[in-house]
């Protein structure tokens, strides 16, 4: 079985560019979430959709970060413009049951 | 909200020895969920193992082990007869029932000497 995809691996962007990341999750996993992992720190949750649905997204910086979740597969989060602050590792996870979420490799964002 | 603490920044483990991991956390919710996961370096979380806080008894998978003390909101985990493999960033989770959304602390940088 597949696990979650995401890409890319590593991007790296100067200030004020625009930014988009891709997950793919496992095959049948109904929702999907979205964690940013700053350096030295554990993940927090940026949005969580339940198919198409995004069901939690208070902790999106929505001035800045979008996400989308079309045909309640695979996502895209945006980041336009991006921050110095930004730069950290950008999770992406599935679930079925919601108490066992498998998780991706992450890309590691580095903004110049 | 949830807090999770997790107290100590770095462990260094003997190969074939012991090592507790310690975790606190702050909640008014009575049924719950406690989580540890494990990051290599590659980056990837892995779940170790899972405690449901109506049940009394400590949750074991294979050499890990949890030491869940309800009452005083804690939550250890033990790893036993630690391999190399066992290098990695362990971090403490918590979840409220229904919620599916993980709270998770700082992390433990566990290394394991050969």
């Known amino acids: 079985e597949a696990g979650v995809v995401q890409s890319p691996r590593y991007k790296i962007i100067e200030k004020k560019q625009p930014v988009a990341f891709w997950c793919n999750p496992i095959s049948g996993h109904n929702t999907l979430y979205w964690y940013l992992q700053n350096l030295g720190q554990g993940p927090e949750l940026l949005i969580r959709y339940e198919n198409e649905e995004a069901v939690d997204d208070s902790q999106l910086p929505k001035d800045r970060f979008s996400a989308e979740r079309l045909k309640g597969v695979d996502s895209t989060l945006k980041i336009q413009p991006a921050e110095l602050g930004d730069s950290a590792v950008y999770l992406c996870?599935?679930?079925?049951?919601?108490?066992?979420?498998?998780f991706g490799p992450g890309t590691r964002l580095t903004v110049l | 909200a949830q807090t999770v603490t997790q107290s100590q920044p770095e462990m260094s483990v003997q190969e074939a020895e012991t090592v507790t991991l310690s975790c606190t956390y702050d909640?008014?919710?009575?049924?719950?969920?406690l989580f540890w996961y494990k990051q290599p370096p590659s980056r990837q979380m892995i779940l170790v193992i899972r405690q449901e806080a109506y049940k009394q008894q400590n949750a074991t998978e294979n050499r890990f082990s949890v030491n869940f003390q309800k009452a005083a909101k804690s939550f250890s985990l033990k790893i036993s007869d630690s391999q190399l493999g066992d290098t990695a960033m362990y971090f403490c989770?918590?979840?409220?029932?229904?919620?599916?959304?993980?709270?998770f602390g700082a992390g433990t940088t566990v290394t394991v000497r050969a």
């Open positions: 989770a918590f979840m409220k029932l229904n919620d599916y959304k993980l709270s």
């Open positions: 996870a599935s679930s079925s049951s919601g108490l066992k979420q498998f």
């Open positions: 909640t008014s919710e009575n049924n719950y969920y």
